[in-house]
């Protein structure tokens, strides 16, 4: 029937985006990661080349700036490399037109907890298009191990 594996699929992957949204949350609480202490992510690097590459995306999505060069860093800096290597064209900045300029470094655990439901479930369907004969259980652990990699989270929270 199909409307009762519809309603598996579904529950699966609500089972999913919270099981990864509890353990982000946990990882921001024991980090005391703003909503959970005062630590922002994007400030690693001193916010000298992370929160700039984002403020510059905000003020393209807003009309103050061109995508591929931005006068407001460095005396005149082209961001070609910087905005396609760190996938900082993507869908998921368009979360930019949401917010506020200022709230920029305080919304990163919001943008990067977006980032990484959307990377959970994109993997979920390709392992379960992949492997249709994979157990939930099996699958959930992989895409939770993958989500949670040294890997995803060092490179996702070095750009945002």
Same mark, same amino acid.
């Given at each position: 029937?199909v409307?009762?594996?519809?309603?598996?699929?579904?529950l699966?992957?609500?089972?999913l985006?919270l099981s990864?949204?509890t353990g982000?949350?946990i =990882?921001?609480?024991i980090?005391?990661? $703003?909503?959970f202490?005062?630590k922002?992510i994007c400030?690693g690097?001193?916010?000298?080349?992370?929160?700039?590459? $984002?403020?510059?995306?905000?003020?393209?999505?807003?009309?103050?700036s061109a995508?591929?060069f931005?006068?407001t860093?460095?005396?005149g800096?082209? %961001?070609?490399?910087?905005?396609?290597?760190?996938s900082?064209?993507s869908?998921?900045?368009?979360?930019? %037109?949401?917010?506020?300029?200022d709230?920029?470094?305080?919304?990163?655990?919001?943008?990067?907890?977006?980032r $990484?439901?959307?990377?959970?479930?994109?993997?979920?369907i390709? %392992?379960?298009k992949w492997?249709p004969?994979?157990?939930?259980?099996?699958s959930l652990?992989?895409? =939770?191990?993958?989500?949670?990699?040294?890997?995803c989270m060092?490179?996702?929270?070095?750009?945002?």
């Amino acid at each position: 029937t199909v409307i009762k594996k519809n309603r598996k699929t579904i529950l699966q992957a609500v089972v999913l985006l919270l099981s990864i949204t509890t353990g982000w949350s946990i =990882i921001l609480l024991i980090k005391g990661i $703003y909503p959970f202490g005062g630590k922002s992510i994007c400030s690693g690097d001193m916010m000298e080349q992370v929160m700039p590459l $984002y403020a510059h995306v905000w003020d393209f999505l807003h009309g103050r700036s061109a995508l591929f060069f931005d006068w407001t860093t460095g005396l005149g800096n082209n %961001l070609t490399g910087s905005l396609w290597h760190f996938s900082i064209i993507s869908p998921s900045s368009l979360f930019f %037109l949401l917010i506020s300029r200022d709230y920029i470094e305080r919304s990163m655990f919001l943008f990067l907890g977006i980032r $990484y439901l959307i990377t959970g479930l994109v993997f979920w369907i390709v %392992l379960k298009k992949w492997f249709p004969d994979l157990s939930y259980a099996i699958s959930l652990a992989a895409v =939770i191990l993958y989500v949670f990699q040294p890997f995803c989270m060092q490179y996702y929270l070095m750009p945002g």
